[in-house]
């Protein structure tokens, strides 16, 4: 079990075990909790999980599982076993799917945080446009984050623009997990619905999800203080 109260998740996004330590030794457990992705987890499998566990941290599984209601269920209950404080799904595999995650944690004896993913923060309104959608992303995750509440999981990943309007359509408790997240001095990569900490924090966003910002910065210690820092006027 971890010792953070922080709203701030440092992306581990890396191809080895010793990559991703290296980077977790900077890192303080009781300023910022860890997020293990597809690239980690594929890499090292649940041993890196594990040693960042020992190392103190809360572990986010982020493998955003998207499938039939039981093949994600099972998927989440393998994810509850290895003891992580978050994992998630796509909300848009349906009702039913959301529906059988939420029944499989609350079987289990340990319950992470069972979050799900609304509209990629990568994804934009033309994006949407090439898939066809004739609502925008925000709409979309406004219409998924509902659809996530009323299904009784505990939050959802947005992007920070949406952390208000999801929040007042659902409850205030119902937990806004937002990336894309940029320093003002940061390029935004592939990233496109982008919002700084203090922005996000402002408009209501309980988690923010904070990878190349800090693991390609010179000082990854100093820019998560310098992030807390801001955070801390509200
Ligand atoms: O909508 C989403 C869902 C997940 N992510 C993940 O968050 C981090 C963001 O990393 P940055 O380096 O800060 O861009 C990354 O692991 C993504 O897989 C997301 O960005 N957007």
């Given at each position: 079990m971890g010792?953070?109260?922080?709203?701030i998740i440092v992306a581990l996004d890396y191809p080895t075990k010793q990559a991703a330590l290296h980077m977790a030794k900077q890192l303080d457990p009781q300023i910022c909790r860890v997020k293990v992705g597809k690239e980690l987890f594929t890499a090292c499998g649940p041993a890196i999980v594990e040693a960042l566990q020992k190392e103190g941290?809360?572990?986010?599984?982020?493998l955003k599982f998207h499938d039939i209601p039981t093949t994600t269920a099972k998927a989440v209950n393998a994810a509850a076993q290895l003891g992580v404080w978050m994992v998630n799904?796509?909300?848009?595999?349906?009702q039913r799917m959301l529906a059988a995650?939420?029944?499989?944690?609350e079987k289990c004896r340990h319950k992470p945080l069972l979050i799900a993913v609304t509209v990629l923060t990568s994804m934009d309104s033309s994006d949407f446009k090439t898939?066809?959608?004739?609502?925008?992303?925000?709409?979309?995750?406004?219409?998924?984050a509902r659809l996530s509440y009323k299904c009784g999981v505990d939050g959802v990943v947005c992007s920070a623009f949406e952390a208000t309007d999801i929040k007042n359509h659902t409850c205030k408790d119902f937990l806004t997990v937002t990336p894309?997240?940029?320093l003002k001095e940061n390029h935004s990569d592939d990233q496109r619905r982008i919002m700084t900490p203090a922005e996000a924090a402002k408009n209501?966003?309980?988690?923010?999800?904070?990878g190349r910002p800090v693991t390609q910065a010179k000082s990854p210690s100093v820019v998560i203080q310098d992030i807390v820092r801001d955070l801390s006027s509200f």
């Open positions: 010792l953070s109260m922080s709203p941290f809360d572990v986010f599984l982020d799904i796509h909300a848009s595999g349906g995650c939420r029944d499989a944690i898939l066809g959608h004739t609502i925008s992303p925000e709409e979309y995750a406004l219409a998924l894309g997240i940029r209501n966003a309980d988690y923010l999800v904070i």
